[in-house]
Protein backbone atom coordinates (compact mmCIF):
# COMPACT_ATOMS: atom_id res chain seq x y z
CA UNK A 1 0.00 0.00 0.00
CA UNK A 2 1.51 3.29 -1.02
CA UNK A 3 1.23 6.44 0.94
CA UNK A 4 -0.12 9.25 -0.70
CA UNK A 5 -0.47 12.22 1.84
CA UNK A 6 1.67 15.41 1.72
CA UNK A 7 4.88 14.94 3.50
CA UNK A 8 5.10 17.28 6.44
CA UNK A 9 8.95 18.58 6.11
CA UNK A 10 9.62 20.57 3.11
CA UNK A 11 12.12 19.62 1.00
CA UNK A 12 15.45 20.32 1.73
CA UNK A 13 16.32 22.74 -1.34
CA UNK A 14 12.89 24.61 -0.98
CA UNK A 15 13.85 24.79 2.38
CA UNK A 16 17.06 26.68 2.02
CA UNK A 17 15.64 28.87 -0.71
CA UNK A 18 13.23 29.71 2.23
CA UNK A 19 15.71 30.41 4.44
CA UNK A 20 17.99 32.41 1.85
CA UNK A 21 14.83 34.64 1.51
CA UNK A 22 14.22 35.30 4.28
CA UNK A 23 17.62 36.26 5.14
CA UNK A 24 17.86 38.58 2.42
CA UNK A 25 14.76 40.17 3.25
CA UNK A 26 16.11 41.17 6.72
CA UNK A 27 19.25 41.73 5.11
CA UNK A 28 17.88 44.42 2.98
CA UNK A 29 15.81 45.94 5.70
CA UNK A 30 18.44 46.36 7.83
CA UNK A 31 20.19 47.64 4.96
CA UNK A 32 17.50 50.17 3.99
CA UNK A 33 17.36 51.46 7.61
CA UNK A 34 20.93 52.04 8.39
CA UNK A 35 21.29 53.98 5.33
CA UNK A 36 18.48 56.20 7.06
CA UNK A 37 20.49 56.28 10.58
CA UNK A 38 23.49 57.54 7.72
CA UNK A 39 20.73 60.26 6.75
CA UNK A 40 20.17 61.43 10.26
CA UNK A 41 23.21 61.22 11.09
CA UNK A 42 24.31 63.65 8.64
CA UNK A 43 21.90 65.74 9.62
CA UNK A 44 23.32 66.22 12.81
CA UNK A 45 26.80 66.34 11.54
CA UNK A 46 26.69 67.77 7.98
CA UNK A 47 30.73 67.14 8.29
CA UNK A 48 30.30 63.34 8.17
CA UNK A 49 32.26 61.62 5.45
CA UNK A 50 34.03 64.71 4.49
CA UNK A 51 37.41 63.04 4.43
CA UNK A 52 35.46 59.75 2.69
CA UNK A 53 34.33 62.02 0.20
CA UNK A 54 37.66 64.13 -0.27
CA UNK A 55 39.60 60.09 -0.87
CA UNK A 56 37.08 59.33 -3.23
CA UNK A 57 37.51 63.06 -4.99
CA UNK A 58 41.25 62.47 -5.00
CA UNK A 59 41.12 58.67 -6.94
CA UNK A 60 38.16 59.99 -9.74
CA UNK A 61 39.07 63.53 -10.08
CA UNK A 62 42.92 63.17 -11.75
CA UNK A 63 41.45 60.74 -14.21
CA UNK A 64 38.85 62.73 -15.62
CA UNK A 65 41.23 65.53 -15.55
CA UNK A 66 43.23 63.80 -18.21
CA UNK A 67 40.29 62.21 -19.66
CA UNK A 68 39.02 65.20 -20.96
CA UNK A 69 41.83 66.53 -22.62
CA UNK A 70 40.79 65.32 -25.95
CA UNK A 71 37.02 66.79 -25.51
CA UNK A 72 38.54 70.11 -24.20
CA UNK A 73 40.87 69.57 -27.94
CA UNK A 74 38.09 68.65 -30.15
CA UNK A 75 35.90 71.59 -28.79
CA UNK A 76 38.91 74.58 -29.38
CA UNK A 77 39.01 72.80 -32.67
CA UNK A 78 34.85 73.68 -33.31
CA UNK A 79 36.02 76.83 -31.91
CA UNK A 80 38.31 77.75 -34.19
CA UNK A 81 36.53 76.63 -37.42
CA UNK A 82 33.80 78.50 -35.92
CA UNK A 83 36.15 81.54 -35.36
CA UNK A 84 37.35 81.22 -39.08
CA UNK A 85 33.89 81.71 -40.55
CA UNK A 86 32.83 84.56 -38.43
CA UNK A 87 36.22 86.67 -38.70
CA UNK A 88 35.39 89.86 -40.47
CA UNK A 89 32.14 90.64 -39.19
CA UNK A 90 33.41 89.86 -35.86
CA UNK A 91 36.27 92.13 -36.39
CA UNK A 92 34.28 94.93 -37.23
CA UNK A 93 31.97 94.75 -34.00
CA UNK A 94 34.96 94.91 -31.72
CA UNK A 95 36.47 97.75 -33.79
CA UNK A 96 33.26 99.62 -32.61
CA UNK A 97 33.89 99.06 -29.64
CA UNK A 98 37.18 99.47 -29.01
CA UNK A 99 36.45 103.36 -30.08
CA UNK A 100 33.89 103.39 -27.38
CA UNK A 101 36.21 101.78 -24.70
CA UNK A 102 38.68 103.66 -25.57
CA UNK A 103 36.55 107.38 -25.18
CA UNK A 104 35.35 105.43 -21.52
CA UNK A 105 39.14 104.94 -20.49
CA UNK A 106 40.23 108.25 -21.13
CA UNK A 107 37.50 109.92 -18.79
CA UNK A 108 38.44 106.51 -16.37
CA UNK A 109 42.21 107.20 -16.39
CA UNK A 110 41.62 111.07 -14.76
CA UNK A 111 39.04 109.32 -12.68
CA UNK A 112 41.04 106.83 -11.10
CA UNK A 113 44.25 109.69 -10.98
CA UNK A 114 41.71 111.34 -9.10
CA UNK A 115 40.41 108.34 -6.50
CA UNK A 116 44.26 107.18 -6.27
CA UNK A 117 45.04 110.71 -4.19
CA UNK A 118 41.67 110.66 -2.22
CA UNK A 119 42.99 107.05 -0.74
CA UNK A 120 46.49 108.30 -0.35
CA UNK A 121 44.73 111.32 1.69
CA UNK A 122 42.51 108.92 3.67
CA UNK A 123 45.15 106.07 3.98
CA UNK A 124 42.73 103.89 3.07
CA UNK A 125 44.86 100.06 3.59
CA UNK A 126 43.35 97.54 0.83
CA UNK A 127 44.26 93.88 0.71
CA UNK A 128 45.26 92.66 -2.47
CA UNK A 129 43.97 90.02 -4.51
CA UNK A 130 46.14 86.90 -4.72
CA UNK A 131 46.36 83.87 -6.69
CA UNK A 132 47.02 80.15 -5.45
CA UNK A 133 46.35 78.45 -8.14
CA UNK A 134 45.23 78.28 -11.72
CA UNK A 135 43.58 75.10 -12.82
CA UNK A 136 40.65 73.82 -14.75
CA UNK A 137 37.25 72.26 -13.96
CA UNK A 138 38.25 68.78 -14.30
CA UNK A 139 35.12 67.34 -13.26
CA UNK A 140 31.23 68.46 -12.37
CA UNK A 141 27.70 67.49 -10.95
CA UNK A 142 25.49 67.50 -13.69
CA UNK A 143 22.82 65.08 -12.54
CA UNK A 144 22.99 65.77 -8.87
CA UNK A 145 20.48 67.52 -6.76
CA UNK A 146 23.88 69.39 -5.44
CA UNK A 147 25.57 71.48 -8.05
CA UNK A 148 29.40 71.51 -7.72
CA UNK A 149 32.89 71.14 -9.88
CA UNK A 150 35.54 69.72 -8.74
CA UNK A 151 39.10 71.16 -9.36
CA UNK A 152 42.40 68.71 -9.87
CA UNK A 153 43.91 70.82 -7.47
CA UNK A 154 43.76 70.05 -3.34
CA UNK A 155 45.81 70.67 -0.31
CA UNK A 156 49.14 69.84 -2.17
CA UNK A 157 48.47 73.59 -4.19
CA UNK A 158 47.40 75.54 -1.26
CA UNK A 159 44.10 74.93 -1.94
CA UNK A 160 41.67 74.94 1.07
CA UNK A 161 38.16 75.55 1.97
CA UNK A 162 35.95 78.73 1.32
CA UNK A 163 38.29 80.33 -1.42
CA UNK A 164 37.10 82.29 -4.03
CA UNK A 165 36.93 80.58 -7.40
CA UNK A 166 37.18 83.03 -9.94
CA UNK A 167 37.18 82.47 -14.06
CA UNK A 168 38.12 84.53 -16.31
CA UNK A 169 34.57 85.71 -16.91
CA UNK A 170 33.38 86.19 -13.41
CA UNK A 171 32.90 84.35 -10.69
CA UNK A 172 32.46 80.54 -10.65
CA UNK A 173 31.91 79.78 -6.87
CA UNK A 174 33.88 79.43 -3.51
CA UNK A 175 35.84 75.89 -3.03
CA UNK A 176 33.61 73.62 0.28
CA UNK A 177 35.92 70.78 0.39
CA UNK A 178 39.80 70.03 -0.64
CA UNK A 179 41.58 66.56 -0.75
CA UNK A 180 44.64 66.41 -1.21
CA UNK A 181 44.87 66.31 -5.19
CA UNK A 182 41.07 67.39 -5.40
CA UNK A 183 38.85 70.23 -4.61
CA UNK A 184 35.14 70.69 -4.67
CA UNK A 185 33.79 73.78 -5.43
CA UNK A 186 29.94 74.75 -4.67
CA UNK A 187 28.27 76.55 -7.89
CA UNK A 188 27.07 79.81 -7.70
CA UNK A 189 23.66 78.29 -8.97
CA UNK A 190 23.55 75.79 -5.74
CA UNK A 191 20.51 76.18 -3.58
CA UNK A 192 23.51 76.44 -0.77
CA UNK A 193 25.30 78.93 -2.41
CA UNK A 194 25.12 83.10 -1.43
CA UNK A 195 26.78 85.49 -2.71
CA UNK A 196 26.82 89.40 -1.32
CA UNK A 197 26.65 91.46 -4.18
CA UNK A 198 25.44 94.95 -5.37
CA UNK A 199 24.25 96.63 -8.70
CA UNK A 200 26.69 98.05 -9.83
CA UNK A 201 24.54 100.85 -11.34
CA UNK A 202 22.37 101.60 -8.43
CA UNK A 203 24.74 100.60 -5.34
CA UNK A 204 22.01 98.57 -3.76
CA UNK A 205 23.88 95.66 -1.82
CA UNK A 206 22.09 92.52 -1.66
CA UNK A 207 22.81 88.10 -2.22
CA UNK A 208 22.81 86.60 -5.12
CA UNK A 209 21.03 82.92 -3.86
CA UNK A 210 21.29 79.87 -6.31
CA UNK A 211 17.99 78.23 -6.89
CA UNK A 212 19.12 74.95 -8.93
CA UNK A 213 18.50 76.44 -12.37
CA UNK A 214 20.73 78.20 -14.46
CA UNK A 215 19.63 81.55 -13.02
CA UNK A 216 20.41 83.17 -9.80
CA UNK A 217 17.97 84.82 -7.33
CA UNK A 218 18.67 88.60 -6.52
CA UNK A 219 17.27 88.67 -2.43
CA UNK A 220 17.62 90.62 0.85
CA UNK A 221 18.06 93.67 -1.52
CA UNK A 222 18.89 97.05 0.82
CA UNK A 223 20.00 100.26 0.10
CA UNK A 224 18.11 103.46 -2.08
CA UNK A 225 14.95 102.31 -3.39
CA UNK A 226 15.97 102.62 -7.09
CA UNK A 227 14.15 100.36 -9.73
CA UNK A 228 16.45 97.58 -11.47
CA UNK A 229 16.70 97.35 -15.04
CA UNK A 230 17.05 94.30 -17.49
CA UNK A 231 20.59 94.86 -17.71
CA UNK A 232 21.83 96.18 -14.79
CA UNK A 233 25.32 94.36 -14.18
CA UNK A 234 25.53 92.49 -10.56
CA UNK A 235 28.78 92.44 -8.99
CA UNK A 236 30.28 90.81 -6.10
CA UNK A 237 30.82 93.55 -2.77
CA UNK A 238 33.50 91.91 -1.02
CA UNK A 239 31.20 91.58 2.11
CA UNK A 240 31.78 88.24 3.80
CA UNK A 241 35.24 88.13 3.50
CA UNK A 242 35.11 85.51 0.92
CA UNK A 243 34.97 86.86 -2.21
CA UNK A 244 36.88 89.82 -3.50
CA UNK A 245 34.80 93.21 -4.66
CA UNK A 246 33.90 93.73 -8.30
CA UNK A 247 33.96 90.39 -9.81
CA UNK A 248 31.23 90.08 -12.57
CA UNK A 249 28.53 87.56 -11.49
CA UNK A 250 26.22 88.28 -13.47
CA UNK A 251 23.25 90.71 -15.23
CA UNK A 252 19.76 91.22 -14.27
CA UNK A 253 17.53 90.00 -16.77
CA UNK A 254 13.85 90.26 -15.15
CA UNK A 255 13.67 92.91 -12.33
CA UNK A 256 9.93 92.62 -12.29
CA UNK A 257 9.38 91.15 -8.61
CA UNK A 258 10.42 91.51 -5.42
CA UNK A 259 13.20 89.06 -6.50
CA UNK A 260 15.06 89.40 -9.87
CA UNK A 261 16.63 87.17 -11.94
CA UNK A 262 19.99 87.40 -12.49
CA UNK A 263 21.96 85.73 -15.56
CA UNK A 264 25.38 84.12 -14.78
CA UNK A 265 28.07 85.81 -16.13
CA UNK A 266 30.35 83.33 -16.54
CA UNK A 267 29.03 79.82 -17.40
CA UNK A 268 30.51 77.81 -14.92
CA UNK A 269 30.62 74.41 -16.69
CA UNK A 270 32.30 76.27 -19.64
CA UNK A 271 34.84 78.09 -18.50
CA UNK A 272 38.13 76.29 -18.69
CA UNK A 273 41.04 77.49 -16.52
CA UNK A 274 40.06 78.95 -13.43
CA UNK A 275 41.53 80.94 -10.37
CA UNK A 276 41.30 79.81 -7.28
CA UNK A 277 42.34 83.20 -5.02
CA UNK A 278 42.98 83.56 -1.69
CA UNK A 279 39.70 84.52 0.58
CA UNK A 280 39.59 88.68 0.63
CA UNK A 281 39.40 89.16 4.20
CA UNK A 282 39.10 85.38 5.46
CA UNK A 283 37.14 85.23 8.79
CA UNK A 284 38.70 82.99 11.66
CA UNK A 285 37.60 79.48 11.83
CA UNK A 286 35.98 79.23 15.26
CA UNK A 287 34.98 75.32 14.30
CA UNK A 288 35.81 73.01 17.02
CA UNK A 289 38.70 71.42 16.53
CA UNK A 290 39.09 68.19 18.19
CA UNK A 291 36.58 66.51 20.50
CA UNK A 292 34.07 68.16 21.38
CA UNK A 293 32.48 67.87 25.04
CA UNK A 294 28.50 68.11 24.46
CA UNK A 295 26.58 66.07 22.95
CA UNK A 296 26.32 67.34 18.51
CA UNK A 297 24.01 70.36 18.07
CA UNK A 298 21.30 69.41 14.83
CA UNK A 299 21.84 71.83 12.03
CA UNK A 300 18.19 73.52 12.75
CA UNK A 301 19.00 74.83 16.21
CA UNK A 302 22.39 76.00 15.42
CA UNK A 303 20.23 78.42 12.59
CA UNK A 304 18.29 79.41 15.78
CA UNK A 305 21.31 80.33 17.54
CA UNK A 306 22.58 77.31 19.40
CA UNK A 307 25.58 77.61 20.60
CA UNK A 308 28.45 75.24 18.50
CA UNK A 309 29.77 72.23 20.39
CA UNK A 310 32.25 72.87 22.77
CA UNK A 311 35.91 71.40 23.14
CA UNK A 312 35.98 69.04 26.07
CA UNK A 313 38.91 71.12 27.61
CA UNK A 314 37.70 75.12 26.54
CA UNK A 315 36.21 77.10 29.01
CA UNK A 316 32.43 77.77 29.21
CA UNK A 317 31.75 80.59 26.21
CA UNK A 318 30.91 83.75 27.60
CA UNK A 319 27.68 84.35 25.71
CA UNK A 320 25.51 82.31 22.79
CA UNK A 321 26.47 83.30 19.85
CA UNK A 322 23.90 85.80 18.48
CA UNK A 323 21.48 84.48 15.45
CA UNK A 324 22.77 85.32 12.21
CA UNK A 325 21.79 83.46 9.17
CA UNK A 326 23.50 80.66 8.66
CA UNK A 327 24.20 80.39 4.50
CA UNK A 328 25.02 84.53 4.80
CA UNK A 329 28.76 85.02 6.45
CA UNK A 330 28.73 87.73 8.63
CA UNK A 331 30.33 91.18 7.02
CA UNK A 332 32.60 91.51 9.89
CA UNK A 333 33.97 89.69 13.37
CA UNK A 334 31.78 91.16 15.81
CA UNK A 335 33.64 92.37 18.55
CA UNK A 336 34.71 90.86 21.30
CA UNK A 337 32.87 91.86 24.82
CA UNK A 338 35.04 93.39 26.73
CA UNK A 339 36.09 91.80 30.50
CA UNK A 340 33.22 93.70 32.05
CA UNK A 341 30.68 92.85 30.14
CA UNK A 342 31.88 89.11 30.16
CA UNK A 343 32.13 89.24 34.08
CA UNK A 344 28.34 91.53 34.05
CA UNK A 345 26.95 88.10 31.52
CA UNK A 346 26.08 85.01 33.26
CA UNK A 347 27.09 81.88 31.35
CA UNK A 348 25.59 80.28 28.80
CA UNK A 349 25.09 77.59 29.86
CA UNK A 350 26.23 75.66 33.44
CA UNK A 351 29.39 74.00 33.73
CA UNK A 352 29.18 70.60 34.45
CA UNK B 1 25.32 32.29 -16.45
CA UNK B 2 28.59 34.64 -16.15
CA UNK B 3 30.17 32.42 -13.59
CA UNK B 4 29.28 28.98 -13.03
CA UNK B 5 28.90 26.88 -10.45
CA UNK B 6 32.53 25.38 -9.70
CA UNK B 7 32.68 21.24 -8.70
CA UNK B 8 32.62 20.85 -5.25
CA UNK B 9 35.75 22.29 -3.41
CA UNK B 10 37.28 18.68 -1.88
CA UNK B 11 36.97 17.36 -5.67
CA UNK B 12 38.86 20.13 -7.22
CA UNK B 13 42.22 19.24 -9.03
CA UNK B 14 45.03 21.80 -8.48
CA UNK B 15 44.53 23.05 -12.01
CA UNK B 16 40.73 23.82 -11.24
CA UNK B 17 41.03 25.14 -8.30
CA UNK B 18 43.45 27.46 -9.84
CA UNK B 19 40.93 28.09 -12.59
CA UNK B 20 38.00 29.15 -10.43
CA UNK B 21 40.14 31.37 -7.71
CA UNK B 22 41.15 33.16 -11.44
CA UNK B 23 37.88 33.87 -12.47
CA UNK B 24 35.66 35.28 -8.98
CA UNK B 25 36.51 38.61 -10.48
CA UNK B 26 33.22 37.47 -12.77
CA UNK B 27 31.19 37.45 -10.00
CA UNK B 28 32.15 41.69 -9.06
CA UNK B 29 31.99 42.65 -12.50
CA UNK B 30 28.01 44.36 -11.81
CA UNK B 31 29.41 46.21 -8.87
CA UNK B 32 32.67 47.67 -10.66
CA UNK B 33 30.70 48.75 -13.65
CA UNK B 34 28.18 50.67 -11.88
CA UNK B 35 30.96 52.26 -9.57
CA UNK B 36 32.04 53.04 -12.88
CA UNK B 37 29.24 55.03 -14.10
CA UNK B 38 29.02 56.81 -11.25
CA UNK B 39 32.01 58.26 -11.76
CA UNK B 40 31.55 58.87 -15.48
CA UNK B 41 28.57 60.77 -14.51
CA UNK B 42 30.71 63.51 -13.01
CA UNK B 43 31.47 64.30 -17.09
CA UNK B 44 32.17 68.18 -16.97
CA UNK B 45 29.10 68.51 -19.35
CA UNK B 46 28.81 72.28 -20.31
CA UNK B 47 24.99 72.36 -20.11
CA UNK B 48 23.32 74.85 -17.47
CA UNK B 49 20.65 72.57 -15.97
CA UNK B 50 21.07 68.84 -14.73
CA UNK B 51 20.65 66.61 -17.70
CA UNK B 52 23.49 64.02 -17.14
CA UNK B 53 21.04 60.82 -16.82
CA UNK B 54 20.95 58.90 -13.63
CA UNK B 55 23.74 56.24 -14.92
CA UNK B 56 24.77 54.80 -11.81
CA UNK B 57 21.19 54.26 -10.70
CA UNK B 58 19.93 52.91 -14.12
CA UNK B 59 23.11 50.57 -14.01
CA UNK B 60 21.87 49.05 -10.40
CA UNK B 61 18.27 48.55 -11.93
CA UNK B 62 19.75 47.13 -15.38
CA UNK B 63 21.79 44.70 -13.31
CA UNK B 64 19.63 43.44 -11.03
CA UNK B 65 17.16 42.88 -14.03
CA UNK B 66 20.17 41.24 -15.85
CA UNK B 67 21.52 39.46 -12.55
CA UNK B 68 19.64 39.11 -9.46
CA UNK B 69 21.91 36.99 -7.28
CA UNK B 70 25.03 39.56 -8.48
CA UNK B 71 22.48 42.61 -7.08
CA UNK B 72 21.42 42.26 -4.05
CA UNK B 73 20.06 45.29 -2.36
CA UNK B 74 22.88 45.70 -0.21
CA UNK B 75 25.18 45.72 -3.09
CA UNK B 76 22.98 48.45 -4.29
CA UNK B 77 23.17 50.08 -0.71
CA UNK B 78 27.06 50.62 -1.22
CA UNK B 79 27.23 51.69 -5.21
CA UNK B 80 24.99 54.46 -3.46
CA UNK B 81 27.24 55.61 -1.02
CA UNK B 82 29.70 55.83 -3.48
CA UNK B 83 27.73 58.01 -5.90
CA UNK B 84 27.02 59.95 -2.38
CA UNK B 85 30.69 60.63 -2.08
CA UNK B 86 31.42 61.28 -5.68
CA UNK B 87 28.29 64.01 -6.27
CA UNK B 88 28.79 65.81 -2.84
CA UNK B 89 25.19 64.63 -1.39
CA UNK B 90 24.82 64.12 1.99
CA UNK B 91 25.68 60.36 2.80
CA UNK B 92 22.77 58.05 2.34
CA UNK B 93 20.02 59.94 0.07
CA UNK B 94 21.24 57.75 -3.20
CA UNK B 95 22.15 55.00 -0.77
CA UNK B 96 18.70 54.47 0.33
CA UNK B 97 17.25 55.16 -3.28
CA UNK B 98 19.72 52.44 -4.76
CA UNK B 99 19.17 49.79 -2.42
CA UNK B 100 14.92 50.10 -2.34
CA UNK B 101 15.01 50.53 -6.29
CA UNK B 102 17.79 47.42 -6.25
CA UNK B 103 14.67 45.46 -4.13
CA UNK B 104 12.12 46.53 -5.61
CA UNK B 105 12.86 45.17 -9.06
CA UNK B 106 13.20 41.87 -6.86
CA UNK B 107 9.88 43.00 -6.46
CA UNK B 108 8.77 43.39 -9.77
CA UNK B 109 10.34 39.69 -10.75
CA UNK B 110 8.67 38.18 -8.34
CA UNK B 111 4.65 39.52 -9.80
CA UNK B 112 5.37 40.15 -12.75
CA UNK B 113 7.62 36.87 -14.53
CA UNK B 114 6.87 37.32 -18.07
CA UNK B 115 7.27 41.20 -19.51
CA UNK B 116 8.94 42.55 -22.40
CA UNK B 117 11.49 45.12 -23.16
CA UNK B 118 8.84 48.28 -23.60
CA UNK B 119 7.46 47.71 -20.16
CA UNK B 120 10.82 47.33 -18.47
CA UNK B 121 11.21 50.71 -20.04
CA UNK B 122 8.65 52.25 -18.18
CA UNK B 123 9.15 50.80 -15.25
CA UNK B 124 12.72 51.80 -15.29
CA UNK B 125 11.58 55.68 -16.48
CA UNK B 126 8.86 55.77 -13.56
CA UNK B 127 11.54 54.18 -10.92
CA UNK B 128 14.05 56.76 -12.18
CA UNK B 129 10.98 59.44 -11.59
CA UNK B 130 10.38 58.12 -8.30
CA UNK B 131 13.74 58.50 -7.01
CA UNK B 132 13.99 62.08 -8.31
CA UNK B 133 10.89 62.57 -6.35
CA UNK B 134 11.81 60.90 -3.17
CA UNK B 135 15.25 62.31 -2.92
CA UNK B 136 13.65 65.76 -1.89
CA UNK B 137 12.09 64.30 1.28
CA UNK B 138 15.21 62.67 2.09
CA UNK B 139 17.62 65.81 1.44
CA UNK B 140 14.80 67.53 3.88
CA UNK B 141 15.61 64.50 6.11
CA UNK B 142 20.11 65.35 6.42
CA UNK B 143 19.05 68.58 6.59
CA UNK B 144 19.58 70.05 3.30
CA UNK B 145 15.91 70.97 1.55
CA UNK B 146 16.62 71.35 -2.58
CA UNK B 147 14.13 71.47 -5.06
CA UNK B 148 13.42 68.95 -6.84
CA UNK B 149 12.01 69.78 -10.13
CA UNK B 150 14.99 70.70 -12.38
CA UNK B 151 16.26 67.14 -12.16
CA UNK B 152 13.00 66.44 -14.33
CA UNK B 153 15.51 67.09 -17.07
CA UNK B 154 17.79 64.12 -15.54
CA UNK B 155 14.61 61.94 -15.70
CA UNK B 156 14.47 62.57 -19.56
CA UNK B 157 17.73 62.17 -20.40
CA UNK B 158 17.99 58.62 -18.16
CA UNK B 159 14.63 57.73 -20.29
CA UNK B 160 16.91 58.03 -23.68
CA UNK B 161 19.80 56.19 -22.13
CA UNK B 162 18.10 53.22 -20.55
CA UNK B 163 18.01 51.59 -24.49
CA UNK B 164 21.69 51.93 -24.42
CA UNK B 165 22.36 51.32 -20.88
CA UNK B 166 21.07 48.25 -21.29
CA UNK B 167 22.33 46.88 -24.61
CA UNK B 168 25.91 47.63 -23.43
CA UNK B 169 24.81 46.10 -20.11
CA UNK B 170 23.74 43.11 -22.18
CA UNK B 171 26.62 42.95 -24.26
CA UNK B 172 28.79 42.72 -21.22
CA UNK B 173 26.76 39.61 -19.75
CA UNK B 174 26.80 38.06 -23.11
CA UNK B 175 30.93 38.43 -23.20
CA UNK B 176 31.37 37.39 -19.60
CA UNK B 177 28.80 34.27 -20.21
CA UNK B 178 30.69 33.27 -23.48
CA UNK B 179 34.12 33.45 -21.78
CA UNK B 180 32.75 31.92 -18.58
CA UNK B 181 34.69 28.91 -17.26
CA UNK B 182 34.20 25.29 -18.17
CA UNK B 183 33.95 22.63 -15.95
CA UNK B 184 34.60 19.08 -16.66
CA UNK B 185 32.77 17.13 -14.08
CA UNK B 186 29.73 17.61 -16.42
Not at chain 1, 156 to 185: F, H, K, M, N, Y
Amino acid sequence: MLDWSQSQRRPTAIRREQNLALVSAVVSGAVVAGSLILLLVARVNPETGAGLRAVAADVVVPVWDVVRAPFDGAARLAGDAGDYFGAVSRADALAAELDTANARLRATRTAMRELAQLKRLLAVREPSRQVVVTTRIAAATAGSLVRSAMLAAGTRDGVTRDLPVIAADGLIGRTIEAGERSARVLLLTDVQSRVPVIVERTGQAGLAAGQGLPTLLLIDRVGADVPLLAGDRIVTSGDGGVFPPGIPVGVIIDPRGAQPLIRLAASPLGAGYVNVERAWLPIPDDAPKGPVFDAPVPVEARRRGAPPPRLRDAPPPPVATPVMPAPAPSPAPSPAPSPAQRAAQPPARPSP
Amino acid sequence: MIAPPPPPALLMTPDERRRWLLSLWRYAVPALLCALLAALMLAPLPLPVPAMPNLALMGVLAWAMLQPGLMPPWLGFVIGVLADLLSGVPLGVNATLFAVAAGSIRLVDAVLVDRDHRFDWLAVGLMVLACTLAAGPLMALAGRPVPVLPLLWQVLTSLIAWPLLLRACVAVQRHLARTAPRWSHG
